[in-house]
């Protein structure tokens, strides 16, 4: 039988998967730029909707490393030994967060090079 739909367990698996992540070096790190590039955005001196969306770039690594670590636990559990197949899932997933990365970076740029006076 299904269970219910229940927002009080959903928020409380949505802790649990946090606590796993906080467990992850790569993830830590990531938070540790999302925090510093947020306080560097409330002293950059541009306009409110450009902040709005240099703050939401900064989601991208966060969304991709826990994808990324999503993935790694899945093929963990499914083959504990070396196979090749297991180690391009890993690396295709970690090449998502490099290119999240990227993207926020270019993202950055681009409105630093457009506010530039």
Known sequence: MKPKYSLKKNFTYSIDGLKVLLKE?????EISF?????IVLFLL??????????FASLFLPII???FNTS??????L????YHILAKQAKDISAFAVLVSIII??????GFVVY???
């Open 25 to 29: 070096v790569a993830f830590k790190i």
């Open 34 to 38: 999302f925090i510093i590039f947020t």
């Open 45 to 54: 001196p541009y306009p409110f909707w450009s902040k709005i969306f240099l």
């Open 64 to 66: 991709a490393e826990t």
């Open 71 to 76: 993935i790694e636990k899945v093929v963990d």
């Open 78 to 81: 499914a083959n504990e030994d």
């Open 104 to 109: 926020t970076f270019l993202i950055w740029l």
């Open 115 to 117: 506010f530039w006076k």
